[in-house]
């Protein structure tokens, strides 16, 4: 726990409290990513998903938050640990998983695989696999926000590794300068594949990264799905009401390693465990349903299952869902 | 002595410019520092002071006169003591119009130079000129410009005589009238009017949210222009030279070229990166090269590389509507040279498809861009020898019709390729395997390349002419095939 600032050092203020069926519903939304992601894990260690695989697990509660900050038309963008914003998203789950697997019915046609998706009907751009290159992608499509004078808003994630790039700057310095509308979100979860923040970075504050282009940040707790969830409706109503970028630090913290064939020997599994007993996000969530008597463990029981139900389609279409004809190996690349 | 005010080369590609004005006049007192006049040259208008110290005794060259070769005597100044007297022995070494033969190379004058001072020979002209070889500057001189329009330009369409560069601009600005999505980007472009003068004007016709100039920021812009394609903008990037583009090296190539394949078809890139590429003059090593094998390496991009200004003009407004990034390279060098370009409201070039300039039947050379210089003067060289060049302009390098070629070579069974890049894994090294699949049985000889050498590109004049494409190369390499 040497990297992260404890959740009270935080000055995102908490969320209001949510009513039962938001509560509910972030609650699902969090856990579709979370038994989502375990059946992926599974069937990485069963061969059917190759390459590089991300996990988000641990990180629910910042996309799940952020999505309830924004309207249709708004657009995400982030890196390679994506699953998470898909799913967030809208995405079919049985489109992402069958990417995971390489199939002809995955997002990309099972050309792109678990780094590389996109789905223009639900705005999410990606998705990427070279560290930060999304950053400059996402202020472009701020950029073309403001060209079209429309009000939406680009939502760019990247991670505390991705945030030591150079063109992070660059775009951070465009954005102001063009006053665009994007909101930066360094999903902060203290370990760069195995260098922890204090290893990479000079200042680790990342909400301060964009003090001298005079953009305002702010250290949110990521674990508390109620405070992303305010923290993100007050960075997006700043954006989208034309001043400029905003940058949101999410403290968080991913259980799994960095990718499948990480053995996460650079941190120690008491911390994991510190972590997921006392600040899982969905556990929050749940407890706090529990406790305040806004759901019944019946009702949460049917959600369980429900999820359950969905992932396990997902992964029956993603397991039997055929290659892509080998034609398409000709296809799309140029039109 | 009377000393000579020569026509200074303002910027390194400089061949002439324009006398717009006079500041001081004749009779009047200089003194060093002093502005003297004001030369327009392709880029900037910029002024001229003086170097040395005296009377302005004779304007040469009046104001208002076009194109007038860099180092030609523009005015005397007299030194203390002497009256115009002294101006009977002084005799003008070239008439302002005058081609630049007689000129001493002078495009190693920086931008910043003041007009050059030059020592004068016993006669009063100036030494310098006096001990320059007849040899035409071999990049710099005016190359020969094919005059035919394209096949489909119906008979009778007027021509216009334009540059290269007001070419590429009149293909941006009428395919941003025509469409809204369409803007361009990069450093200079707006209220500097372009580093080479290429968007001259854009800005005040489209106003500054669709000219945008950008800080210093390559890797950023690029990564910016991208994602604005993603989101259906169409933008035009331009690099001040592709040389920083390698600092975009992988926005270019992992995001623009790639996402449409990764996205299973889904996420269209329809942009233009465009700017000049391969080697200019005298400015070393990191600023002069030629990238044309390198990105024509990439698939999903598509590479575009013209020599003429109706294939820039035409290649241009195509690029900008092809919904796949395009990879646009100018030329510092052409950007001034004039060509007649078809009048009509749309004139397109189609992409991916290379052009017979000079029909011949011994030899095919096939070239692009600048190559084509020397490709053409090779061809006249060699018509004296009796051996009749076929000419290609690639125009498109990617995709690349090699259909053309081989149709030339079944005919010719000789080829050399002209290129201003490396030889290690360039473009000449693509045709040969190309012909060699696709036309064996009908080689005579072994295919030819000529090649920029295979060093950094250095900086004294001489060495710097070596180490480029020379059209004697270009002939000897033709006589070479022809077994001549």
Not at chain 1, 128 to 157: C, E, M, P, W
Not at chain 2, 447 to 465: F, H, I, Q, T
Request: aromatic share 6%; glycine share 10%; charged share 25%.
């Amino acid at each position: 726990m040497s990297d992260a600032p404890s959740p009270a050092k935080t000055n995102g203020a908490k969320g209001e409290e949510l009513g039962g069926d938001a509560l509910l519903s972030l609650y699902r939304s969090m856990l579709l990513v979370r038994r989502f992601e375990e059946r992926a894990g599974q069937l990485y260690g069963m061969g059917l998903i190759g390459g590089f695989c991300h996990l988000y697990i641990g990180q629910e509660a910042v996309v799940v938050g952020m999505q309830m900050a924004i309207k249709e038309g708004d657009q995400v963008i982030t890196g390679y640990r994506d699953h998470g914003h898909m799913l967030a998203c809208g995405m079919d789950p049985k489109g992402v998983m069958a990417e995971l697997t390489g199939r002809r019915n995955g997002y990309s046609k099972g050309k792109g695989g678990s780094m590389h998706m996109f789905s223009v009907a639900r705005t999410f751009y990606g998705g990427h696999g070279i560290v930060a290159a999304q950053v400059s992608l996402g202020t472009g499509l701020a950029f073309a926000n403001r060209y079209r004078k429309n009000d939406n808003v680009s939502l760019t994630y990247f991670g505390d590794g991705a945030a030591n790039q150079g063109q992070v700057y660059e775009s951070f310095n465009m954005a102001e300068l063009w006053k665009l509308p994007v909101v930066y979100i360094v999903e902060n979860n203290r370990y760069a594949m195995g260098t922890s923040v204090s290893r990479a970075s000079a200042q680790t504050d990342f909400s301060k990264r964009g003090a001298s282009f005079d953009i305002p940040g702010e250290q949110v707790d990521g674990m508390d799905v109620r405070a992303v969830k305010a923290a993100g409706e007050r960075a997006v109503k700043w954006a989208r009401e034309g001043n400029g970028p905003y940058i949101l630090e999410m403290m968080t913290y991913r259980y799994r390693g960095h990718s499948m064939s990480d053995p996460a020997k650079y941190r120690t599994r008491e911390e994991v465990e510190k972590v997921r007993t006392e600040h899982d996000p969905i556990e929050q969530v749940r407890a706090r349903m529990l406790a305040s008597k806004r759901a019944s463990e019946e009702i949460l029981k049917a959600v369980d299952a429900e999820i359950r139900k969905i992932v396990n389609e997902a992964a029956e279409f993603a397991t039997h869902d055929p290659e892509p004809d080998p034609a398409e190996l000709w296809t799309d690349i140029t039109r | 002595m009377p000393i000579p005010v020569l026509m200074p080369a303002l910027s390194p590609t400089m061949e002439k410019g324009n006398l717009a004005k006079w500041v001081k006049h004749q009779g009047d007192k200089v003194k060093s520092g002093d502005i003297i006049a004001e030369i327009e040259t392709d880029k900037a208008t910029m002024e001229v002071e003086a170097t040395d110290e005296g009377t302005l005794g004779q304007i040469l060259v009046p104001e208002g006169t076009a194109d007038v070769a860099v180092n030609t005597p523009i005015a005397v100044i007299l030194g203390e003591g002497e009256d115009a007297g002294a101006l009977n022995n002084f005799h003008a070494e070239a008439p302002a119009q005058q081609p630049s033969q007689q000129q001493p190379a002078q495009q190693q004058k920086g931008a910043e130079s003041a007009p050059p001072a030059a020592p004068s020979g016993p006669d009063g002209s100036p030494a310098e000129a006096a001990q320059t070889p007849a040899e035409p500057q071999s990049a710099v001189a005016a190359p020969p410009q094919p005059v035919e329009p394209e096949p489909d330009v119906p008979e009778g369409t007027e021509m216009v005589t334009m540059t290269m560069r007001e070419a590429l601009r009149d293909a941006m600005a009428e395919e941003m009238r025509r469409d809204g999505d369409v803007f361009v980007m990069g450093e200079e472009v707006a209220e500097y009017q372009g580093a080479y003068k290429v968007t001259q004007g854009l800005l005040q016709e489209f106003g500054a949210d669709r000219v945008v100039d950008t800080p210093i920021t390559e890797h950023g812009f690029t990564g910016l222009g991208v994602g604005a394609a993603m989101a259906g903008l169409k933008p035009i990037v331009e690099f001040m030279t592709f040389n920083f583009a390698m600092q975009a090296m992988d926005q270019l190539i992992n995001s623009a070229a790639k996402t449409l394949y990764m996205s299973g078809g889904q996420m269209t890139c329809s942009i233009v990166f465009r700017g000049p590429n391969g080697a200019a003059a005298r400015v070393a090593a990191q600023h002069s090269q030629d990238y044309s094998a390198w990105y024509s390496h990439i698939p999903g991009l598509t590479v575009i590389a013209p020599y003429t200004a109706a294939d820039a003009k035409g290649l241009l407004k195509s690029a900008i509507r092809y919904p796949n990034p395009v990879i646009f390279l100018e030329n510092e060098i052409l950007y001034g040279h004039s060509g007649p370009v078809p009048r009509l409201d749309d004139y397109l070039v189609p992409i991916g498809k290379a052009k017979v300039v000079r029909p011949g039947n011994h030899v095919t050379l096939v070239a692009w861009s600048m190559g084509m210089s020397y490709a053409l003067k090779a061809a006249e060289e060699l018509a004296k020898k009796h051996i009749n060049a076929e000419v290609i302009d690639l125009r498109t390098l990617r995709p690349m019709d090699s259909a053309t070629v081989v149709e030339s070579v079944k005919k010719t069974g000789r080829c050399v390729v002209v290129e201003e890049g490396w030889p290690q894994s360039g473009i000449g090294a693509e045709i040969a395997a190309r012909i060699m699949e696709q036309a064996f049985d009908y080689l005579d000889a072994p295919v030819g390349r000529v090649s920029g050498k295979d060093v950094p590109m250095p900086y004294a004049a001489n060495l710097e002419k070596l180490a480029l494409p020379s059209v004697a190369e270009v002939v000897e390499a033709a006589k070479a095939v022809c077994y001549r």
